[in-house]
């Protein structure tokens, strides 16, 4: 019955995505935890970085190195709220990795797996090249919300987010590229860090509404944590290239205030109805 | 010691990639191997895409659906010649998906794993909306071999490679740009299909070359199929945008001759030395 505590993170102000991704240690390498119904999508699933969120909650406690580099999780089942358990299996632990893997189950059975390699991020040291660009943003403050003072509701009510300008799916009329440039943050001040990049790419509008397509269900979603994020809003760019046969892909890039990528990530999806 | 045989794919020729990425079912989900020295990369592993196709073997035998569409693989020690189990363990079979881990062993130790969604891109059905392109190279006649007649060794000694240019890292000057374009087969004339696109992907010369270093090691590999290719050469380009702190992604892109994306993926990997 301990909570699963992060001497990094503590003593820390109550902000809702720590709260409500907590993970409780039951025996050796499981967790219980509950899936909020606060973190929906359209549909009732909860959202998918929330969910995968839980799981390295559970990851970090069990490895040795504090954050996750490299993260995929394989979504089986529905996401549905309610009490669920994480079983961690560890991998190698190396000097400057270790690998590990958690099965998020409800009922018995399991509806998602993530496999992950964790590392010291802070600690990494080596040559650095960067050939592209933070996207190019007006200041926050000359941006709009599209909710226009509107409360939010599911996932989407514990973000804020910016836009340059009005998308063409939110004025009726899908542009047919599937692009956005936008700023985004935790809607309450939690600063983001590596442990909540992983789960915010997967937080925001999806792409492919500028295709027409309002509904689609994550298979597969892989981040790559890329930095320790500066103080400040998040300058984000998603993508979507290939709708094919119903499957698309979405590119997700965070970008910190200091122009430096944070995260970055792909995932394949699958068009519902 | 009953070879997998692969009813959709027999009888076929004797192709070097099918030979040497045999698996032998020995007991329910355990598959043994053997890690080809012929496969190698400088500093003695297999290559990374090459120890990939191997668990892919072993994931198609036991999963309901013939086509990986999307896979992880986590490298956590060195791919090393030499005898290897495959330990597959099923998750959930659907209509349209199956999912499912294999684990690569050798000496007892886990090397790396994979998890993966299984489909039939052939089934597939849903909208199409495309708005990228493939790579612009000059017909395959008009582009030029970087060996020159010489034999080329380990993983490289398999595929046939076209450039439209000689790169800068090849003439000594790297170009400080670490983005190409080329051509690609396989040189027995095997065809590309869906089980091999994902190792596929990791074969060619890394990217990162351009930046003036050329020893890096694969941490995490994704890659979605996207396409059953059509017959021909492969229109490839890959590129690394983010060298930071020593670590870089890759992404590269398969098309096929008739214009079709048909994978796509990420790496995450750490520059050696």
């Known amino acids: 019955?301990?909570?699963?505590?992060?001497?990094?993170?503590?003593?820390?102000?109550?902000?809702?995505?720590?709260?409500?991704?907590?993970?409780?240690?039951?025996?050796?390498?499981v967790y219980s935890a509950v899936i909020s119904d606060r973190w929906g999508v359209p549909g009732g699933n909860a959202n998918g970085g929330y969910a995968l969120s839980l799981c390295l909650r559970a990851l970090r406690a069990e490895l040795a190195h504090p954050d996750p580099l490299a993260v995929s999780m394989y979504y089986q089942r529905q996401v549905l709220p309610g009490p669920a358990e994480i079983h961690v299996d560890r991998g190698r632990t190396g000097r400057r990795l270790s690998f590990g893997e958690a099965r998020l189950l409800t009922g018995g059975a399991e509806i998602s797996r993530v496999v992950a390699a964790f590392g010291d991020i802070g600690a990494l040291d080596g040559p650095t090249v960067v050939t592209a660009t933070?996207?190019?943003?007006?200041?926050?403050q000359d941006c709009i919300?599209?909710?226009?003072?509107?409360p939010a509701t599911g996932v989407l009510q514990w973000l804020d987010f910016r836009y340059?300008?009005?998308?063409g799916w939110h004025r009726g009329t899908p542009s047919g590229t599937a692009r956005a440039e936008f700023w985004m943050r935790f809607a309450d001040g939690r600063p983001a860090d590596a442990l909540s990049l992983p789960g915010m790419v997967d937080m925001a509008i999806p792409a492919v509404f500028e295709f027409g397509h309002f509904l689609s269900t994550t298979i597969e979603l892989s981040v790559h944590v890329r930095?320790?994020?500066?103080?400040?809003?998040?300058?984000?760019?998603?993508?979507?290239?290939?709708?094919?046969?119903?499957?698309?892909?979405?590119?997700?890039?965070i970008w910190d205030s200091a122009g430096t990528l944070v995260a970055q990530s792909r995932q394949l999806?699958?068009?519902i109805g």
């Open 1 to 29: 019955m301990t909570p699963v505590t992060d001497a990094a993170a503590a003593p820390e102000p109550d902000y809702a995505f720590d709260r409500e991704t907590a993970v409780t240690a039951r025996s050796s390498g």
């Open 134 to 140: 933070a996207p190019a943003l007006p200041p926050v």
């Open 145 to 150: 919300d599209l909710l226009d003072g509107a």
């Open 164 to 167: 340059a300008e009005r998308p």
């Open 227 to 253: 930095g320790v994020p500066a103080p400040g809003w998040l300058a984000c760019r998603v993508w979507t290239n290939h709708l094919q046969d119903g499957l698309h892909e979405e590119d997700f890039e």
């Open 269 to 271: 999806a699958m068009l």
